[in-house]
């Protein structure tokens, strides 16, 4: 099916950011856009002016959280090109998401196309460096103004852009986890393994306590027996013993991300051996002890790869290839950002081109 939207252009475009000063989710482009949910139904959608909201104080998502977001990338290559990566996996998650919080679903095929309607006209607005990216957040929110817990019946389906750099200051360098026995990050029969604003404001306090002790980020275990590693910090954990590769599988606490599912591909590609299993903290441990602990990383779409170079337990720590970027690390961002960007062949039919 062919979509189409109206579009209503800004009179008072904003100056393109300074690359070098971009601070990640910052800086937001001139457009965005919106559909509205009415009358059991999906409306027409538009792009519009970047501006504020009209809420109303009562707007369901303010006190009862009914919402949820995706997260993925518009890449510019060096023959001009405007590419998304399998955005068609982030539709098909965000009505996963969409129904476990009573949230319409979307046509995806729709969703697609409308994201790319809307990079289509910002795509002035990819940074032309290295490195860099359009970052590209759809969301839905439930606005009916109402008091009393209830599935709406109005919501905004929006999508917002934002021109962005590396996640993380030290780009691929290395970070530092905290492993997290305290508090947890999901739990079976919750919102673990949906896109959903809770499951991030709830771990902001661990994020704090990381921090406090000089980390980057944290490695939650598993909310029962706190044992098993899940996740590391928003992305999917990946660790490597002895050359076996081993993440945990997803599920009911796990994200099914995007990058890890095309990271777990490319391995197998290459002829690596990957398991989807439950890990134990203990047993990262024990391999970082006896010296077979080759790597860990995390995945997911802000960072790509994020090479682990050390884990803080308790008062234990374990240091992971001598703190450094590891080999497979490298490749595997080297392979999965060389076909984001165009500049490597991609054999897996993953990226499609914004016309």
Same mark, same amino acid.
């Given at each position: 099916?062919?979509?189409?939207?109206?579009?209503?252009?800004?009179?008072?475009?904003?100056?393109?950011?300074?690359?070098?000063?971009?601070?990640?989710?910052?800086?937001?482009?001139?457009?965005?856009?919106?559909?509205?949910?009415?009358?059991?139904?999906?409306?027409?959608?538009?792009?519009? +002016?970047?501006?504020?909201?009209?809420?109303?104080?009562?707007?369901?998502?303010?006190?009862?959280?009914?919402?949820?977001?995706?997260?993925?990338?518009?890449?510019?290559?060096?023959?001009?090109?405007?590419?998304?990566?399998? +955005?068609?996996?982030? =539709?098909?998650?965000?009505?996963?998401?969409?129904?476990?919080?009573?949230?319409?679903?979307?046509?995806?095929?729709?969703?697609?196309? =409308?994201?790319?309607?809307?990079?289509?006209?910002?795509?002035?607005?990819?940074?032309?460096?290295?490195?860099?990216?359009?970052?590209?957040?759809?969301?839905?929110?439930?606005?009916? +103004?109402?008091?009393?817990?209830?599935?709406?019946?109005?919501?905004?389906?929006?999508?917002?852009?934002?021109?962005?750099?590396?996640?993380?200051?030290?780009?691929?360098?290395?970070?530092?986890?905290?492993?997290?026995?305290?508090?947890?990050?999901a739990a079976r029969g919750g919102t673990g393994y949906s896109k959903v604003g809770g499951n991030y404001a709830a771990s902001l306090k661990a994020q704090e306590k990381a921090r406090a002790r000089g980390c980057d980020?944290?490695?939650?275990?598993?909310g029962i027996e706190k044992k098993y590693i899940e996740e590391a910090g928003t992305s999917n954990a990946f660790v490597m013993i002895g050359g076996e590769i081993i993440t945990p599988p997803t599920g009911e606490t796990?994200?099914?991300?995007?990058?890890?599912?095309?990271?777990?591909?490319?391995?197998?590609?290459?002829?690596?051996?990957?398991?989807?299993?439950?890990?134990?903290?203990?047993?990262?441990?024990?391999?970082?002890?006896?010296?077979?602990?080759?790597?860990?990383?995390?995945?997911?779409?802000?960072?790509?790869?994020? +090479?682990?170079?050390?884990?803080?337990?308790?008062?234990?720590? =374990?240091?992971?290839?001598?703190?450094?970027?590891?080999?497979?690390?490298?490749?595997?961002?080297?392979?999965?950002?060389?076909?984001?960007?165009?500049?490597?062949?991609?054999?897996?039919?993953?990226?499609?081109?914004?016309?």
């Amino acid at each position: 099916m062919n979509y189409s939207f109206k579009v209503t252009k800004t009179d008072k475009p904003k100056a393109k950011p300074d690359p070098d000063k971009l601070k990640f989710g910052a800086v937001f482009t001139d457009h965005m856009f919106m559909m509205e949910y009415d009358g059991g139904r999906w409306l027409d959608g538009e792009i519009v +002016p970047y501006g504020p909201l009209n809420l109303e104080p009562a707007a369901a998502v303010l006190h009862y959280a009914q919402e949820s977001f995706e997260g993925m990338k518009a890449y510019r290559s060096k023959d001009g090109k405007v590419l998304l990566f399998r +955005p068609d996996m982030n =539709a098909r998650r965000a009505n996963i998401t969409n129904d476990r919080l009573c949230i319409p679903l979307v046509d995806e095929e729709l969703y697609v196309e =409308a994201i790319k309607a809307l990079v289509n006209l910002e795509r002035d607005w990819i940074p032309g460096k290295s490195g860099y990216s359009l970052y590209v957040r759809p969301f839905f929110i439930a606005d009916e +103004p109402f008091l009393g817990v209830r599935a709406a019946d109005h919501y905004l389906f929006m999508i917002i852009l934002s021109p962005v750099g590396s996640y993380y200051e030290g780009g691929l360098a290395p970070t530092r986890l905290l492993v997290e026995d305290e508090y947890i990050r999901a739990a079976r029969g919750g919102t673990g393994y949906s896109k959903v604003g809770g499951n991030y404001a709830a771990s902001l306090k661990a994020q704090e306590k990381a921090r406090a002790r000089g980390c980057d980020q944290v490695l939650w275990l598993d909310g029962i027996e706190k044992k098993y590693i899940e996740e590391a910090g928003t992305s999917n954990a990946f660790v490597m013993i002895g050359g076996e590769i081993i993440t945990p599988p997803t599920g009911e606490t796990i994200l099914a991300g995007v990058t890890r599912n095309s990271v777990i591909g490319l391995l197998k590609e290459w002829g690596y051996k990957v398991t989807e299993r439950k890990i134990e903290i203990e047993e990262v441990f024990e391999a970082g002890m006896s010296g077979t602990l080759d790597e860990m990383f995390a995945t997911g779409t802000a960072a790509v790869v994020s +090479p682990v170079g050390e884990l803080v337990w308790k008062d234990r720590k =374990a240091i992971i290839n001598d703190g450094k970027i590891g080999e497979l690390s490298q490749k595997i961002y080297d392979a999965l950002y060389g076909m984001q960007t165009g500049e490597v062949e991609d054999t897996m039919g993953w990226t499609v081109e914004v016309k």
